[in-house]
């Protein structure tokens, strides 16, 4: 009975203590005898000690999973063809892409002979002189390749001429029916259940033409018809080489072209002005500029309308992105996001070893898209924005 | 005030528990984030920012509504651990411990008042005798600084010159933790009127100062910066009371207490964080050093002309003009404590049984009602030029428990520190306090078999 009556008491006494101490009406009086402790959030702006094109090339390589969706990496796009830019110089692209394998074929379809095989090529890309006709050489291909992370810069080796194809540069589809004779020598190939492993796709390079053009792997196909069964095999692999000559770019621009550059952006990050800061918000923002460039009548040079900040960690071997964004109506690119703050933030404080960001074009529609940026820093050039809060320890 | 202690002796043992666990629950409730420093909120006075908090003086809940020290009183219903020497008077096993509502009214020049209020944990004190009213020891945990503040600031900040977006933030500096003392004394009664005594204490605890930005805007990320720094030491505390009984008449007694306090060098370590939760970074690396606290000195002394009155008066003193410190504090450079100046805590009150001598009613036999006053200059001043003081009236009320030894003591305190003048900061005060003090008979077997 005592305890019940103290423990009553108790409450009635400490519990109002507590609750009316937690009532909270702080105001600014008294913030001149505090506000030694840390700054106000004040803007730094950083400029880049390099800002470079990268001596690496883009990544143009890429492949599609197709299970109850298609999971992409890398790039969906390939390109084939050749054009002579009178602003870039030449632009060579050679383009190879694979097939998944057949395990949807039926007993008749495996026990059956190959009638006929169509490769359909979906095309969504033109860079060049779209007037004129471009003819490719489809080849097979000899050697397993590899398309993951692969970049513009690798060597092909092809096998043997197929077929040679005239592209119209503005159509839509090409249906290709590959000849008979290939069709009868693969006839066994096209019908294995190790089509996926023995057989190794095809390579397109240009005869003939003033333009590269671009197909999407993800709706192009080989439909191949045995006995009364057709099999449609989809693309799971693409990869494209490009080759471009010295670049006559003023020097006053910085070129990024997709499918062949990359920009090293380098910044020193160990100054006093944000060492040990709190970072809030970082944008990096570039200029772009659209310089007068030779372009003949019919030629067509699209610029690139989206970019990709790559932040570089440890030994070049940690790559994430982290921001894309669309250059903006007054042509400014600005990166601005949870990824780019958090980074800035674990830099500061010497941790994360970002060794430098990448600016690079989109991997997955891989093009020969450009964009030009200004380089110095009267003209908007490259510029790393903080707000930061300074650290008095 | 005749009780016999064995007659309630079953029914005390459960209520000292109950009490025990409702006192320790109310206590650490509000400090469970950091239990360490027993005190959490940050809404006490700014002018706890500085040095290494505010100093805090309790001695017991008798001698708090009368001004604070005490360091002379005796009484065997309060177990005064303000002087080890009084841990002498003891006959019961006894439990002390409160909390303090402090709601603080801030004014400056040209600013609009604020109003800021928080409850921190008075002491928890635990003491019994060894020999009754002969040789008694005390154990108690209770502030010796406290570090408490809060002060906001809404700002607008220009996140991007080029466009000239704004952002609107609120910027809070915080600060909150202090020093502990727990302490164990030992008090004896040498001869009927002198009585020795000594207390060891561990002063630790950590003072903590945050500054947390916060935007309203979700994309920037806010930012909470602190620095924290950690003390530890032991030092000694010696005391001495000396009871002269029949000065003016036959029933009054005076009582001259003195305590001295050894200096300490406290070891600290000092780190700065950022983040808060599980996402802190410490910046750089750990700074050690040691934060030496003064000696201290206090003489007090009691009067009773009777069992109705009590009057006291005490003055304490602390040598801060000597502090050193390793580590920079705020109003401190290091190397220079010219900001500090030495402290000395003036304090008078009294003390009534006006229903002493009621044959009535025992209960109204043993309420007290209390008065007093005091002076009290801070040791460290944002200026310089302008010292700190705060002054204080304490009132308060003891309502004796259904058994004997036990009371509930209120008390209030309204005051007033700092000015307005030079920028600075005027606090107007007041604190309510509620203490149990709890007195049971341990140890001791029972006389009738």
Known sequence: MVSSRLRLLCSGIFLPIILVGCGDAPSNIGLGLVDVQAGEPFVVSLEPTSFETSSEADITGGFLTITNSIQRAGA?????????????????????????????????????????????????????????????????ILDDWSAAGVRSDTVMSIGEPIMEIEVDPTADLLEIELPGSWVSANNVLLRSESFSSDFRGFH??????????????????????????????????????????????????????DGVDIIDVVHDFDTDEIINSSIHLAIFRLNTTLPSLVTPVGYYRPLLESVSLVAITGNEESRTVLDERDVDDDGILSFQSTNLNVAMQNTVLGR???VRFELQAPIEDNSLNVLFFERTPEAGGPRLLLTVTEVRQ | MRWNPNA????????????????????????????????TLTNGSIYSRFGIGQRESYSSPRAQAMGGGGLALRSVAFVNHANPASLSDQILTRF???????????????????RIASGYLNALQLSFPLMRNKLGIGISFEPY????????????????????????????????GGIQRIGTGLGAAITPNLSIGVRADFLFGIVGETQQTDFQNINLRDATLASSTRLRGLTGTAGVRYVIRTVLSDQDVLSLGA?????????????????????????????DGAVHLPLALGFGVAYQPNRIWTFIADIQYEEWSAFESDLPLPGYVVGDSGGFSDRVRISAGGEVYPFARSSLNLFLQRVAFRLGGYIDPSYVSPDRNQEIKSYGFTGGVSIPGITGGTSLDMHIDIGRRGTTDNGLIQDKFVRLGVNLNFGDLWFDRARLR
């Open chain 1, 352 to 354: 994360g070893d970002l």
């Open chain 1, 76 to 140: 969906t796009r390939f390109l084939v063809g050749s054009t002579f830019d009178p602003a870039l110089g030449t632009l060579a692209a050679e383009g190879r892409l694979n097939f998944v394998t057949l395990e949807a074929a039926t007993d008749a379809f495996r026990n059956g002979q190959v009638s006929s095989a169509v490769l359909t090529m979906d095309l969504d890309y033109a860079y060049g002189d779209t007037l004129t006709p471009l003819t490719l050489r489809l080849s097979s």
């Open chain 2, 96 to 114: 002390a411990g409160g909390l303090t509502y402090e709601g603080i009214t801030e004014s400056a020049t040209g600013a609009q008042e604020s």
């Open chain 2, 145 to 176: 600084s406290r570090v408490s503040y809060r002060v906001d600031n809404a700002g607008i900040a220009v996140v991007d010159p080029e466009s000239e977006t704004q952002e609107s933030f609120v910027t809070s500096h915080r600060g909150n």
């Open chain 2, 259 to 287: 305590t001295y306090t050894l200096p300490v060098a406290l070891s600290g370590e000092r780190v700065f964080t950022m983040g808060k939760g599980e996402n802190v970074d410490t910046l750089g690396t750990s700074v």
């Open chain 2, 8 to 39: 309630s002796h079953a029914n005390c043992g459960r209520s000292l528990k109950a009490i025990t666990i409702c006192v320790l629950i109310a206590a650490f409730t509000p400090s469970a984030s950091t239990p360490a420093t027993a005190q």
């Open chain 1, 204 to 257: 397109l390079s240009q005869i003939d033409g003033n333009v590269v053009v671009g197909f999407a792997a993800a709706s192009s196909f080989l439909r191949i018809a045995a006995a009364a069964d057709t099999l449609r095999v989809d693309v799971d692999k693409v990869l494209t080489a490009i080759k471009r000559d010295a670049s006559v770019t003023p020097a006053e621009f910085l070129l990024l072209q």
